[in-house]
């Protein structure tokens, strides 16, 4: 059963990729929107839509449940995504901690339901492949992948003592204006930035931003969902498959050399030892946790999230094209 009656809705998260479509998509529904967010000053296209700014911090647990007050749902969306950082504490500040602080603010807010926005890589490299949700966690091959599970353990710890929660776990998340990671590959490839490629036959399960956002507030709405955990996403490409596709929608030819995996190790290795020498960023992005990341990869299906949560995909193909189409000077 839908629950359709306009709520209000506390986001945390709100001015990143997912989060913009998500405030978007509760705007449209007829929602109230509150954004907790660290830099009001930074959210006025926020505001304009209409959104009650809050100044807080996931990381700080002070004025958190005051935020949360009054909400009928609270998205959950913010997090530390990134593939290297020399100081790994951030990632354990925002994936584990502040997740802590959120759910202990909104227990204390007694705030109606939580969507939790976590990922795919939360499972690890699972021995249950292709993944489903009630697959095994495997070892987790950097620190973003690992906080995020351990951050989703803090998360069902609360769901077990009352907090009525449901968990969503996109695959890799594509769409116009992708500031992350997947988004700085495409742009290195179709700017020649990235003249070689690695683990080819690796790869992920990708989604459409937009997709995500239908996802979260379907979940959200949906009162059988509490207790619930939904993998989103259902097109796989191997990483050759990804470079090809992106080598075919700009235009711009797939780099040709493919480094063998104990060399790609190894020149993640290299680099980050060089960061650590001289302060420099790693080149390309190359780096022990990137390399693992690529090298580990995920598949999955979407049965349950299509079935529960009425969902269908938009095709990688499009993500990909609305993504060059929104780069400067596009190719595409």
């Known amino acids: 059963m839908t629950n359709s009656i306009p709520r209000h809705v506390a986001v945390t998260g709100a001015t990143g990729f ?3 479509r998500v405030v978007l998509r509760l705007l449209q529904a007829g929602h109230t929107v509150t954004a907790l ?16 700014l809050v100044q807080a911090d996931v990381t700080r647990p002070e004025g958190l449940a005051d935020a949360m007050r009054g909400a009928d749902w609270l998205v959950h969306l913010a997090n530390h995504y990134s593939l290297h950082e020399r100081d790994e504490q951030v990632y354990r500040a925002v994936n584990v901690e502040g997740n802590r602080n959120v759910m202990q603010a ?5 705030v109606g339901k939580v969507v939790h926005v976590s990922s795919g890589v939360s499972y690890g490299r699972s021995p249950d492949q292709p993944l489903t949700e009630t697959s095994r966690v495997g070892p987790h091959p950097n620190a973003y992948w690992r906080t995020k599970h351990e951050g989703d353990e803090v998360v069902w710890a609360y769901q077990r003592h009352g907090l009525p929660v449901v968990v969503l776990y996109p695959g890799g998340v594509l769409g116009a204006g992708d500031p992350n990671a997947t988004g700085a590959w495409i742009r290195r490839l179709v700017r020649r930035r990235q003249p070689v490629r690695a683990f080819d036959a690796r790869g ?11 996802a979260v507030v379907r979940a959200a709405a949906l009162n059988r969902t509490v207790g619930e955990r939904y993998l989103i996403g259902r097109e796989f490409l191997s990483n050759r498959e990804f470079v090809a596709l992106v080598a075919e929608l700009s235009g711009v030819p797939a780099p040709r050399v493919v480094l063998p995996d104990r060399l790609a190790h190894l020149s993640g290795e290299s680099f980050t030892l060089l960061e650590r020498l001289t302060g420099l960023p790693p080149a390309m992005d190359v780096s ?3 390399t693992r990341h690529l090298a580990a990869g995920f598949r ?9 949560l009425g969902l269908s995909y938009t095709p990688v193909r499009q993500a990909i094209q609305e993504f060059l189409q929104s780069l400067p000077n596009a190719r595409a």
């Open 204 to 214: 992920f399960t990708y989604v459409h931003v937009d997709d995500v956002a239908q």
């Open 300 to 308: 999955f299906g979407s049965d349950r999230a299509e079935r529960d």
């Open 288 to 290: 022990r946790s990137s």
């Open 37 to 52: 967010v660290r830099r009001p000053d930074r959210a006025h296209h926020l505001r304009a839509l209409g959104v009650q």
């Open 106 to 110: 909104a227990l204390e807010a007694g």
């Open 18 to 20: 997912i989060g913009s």
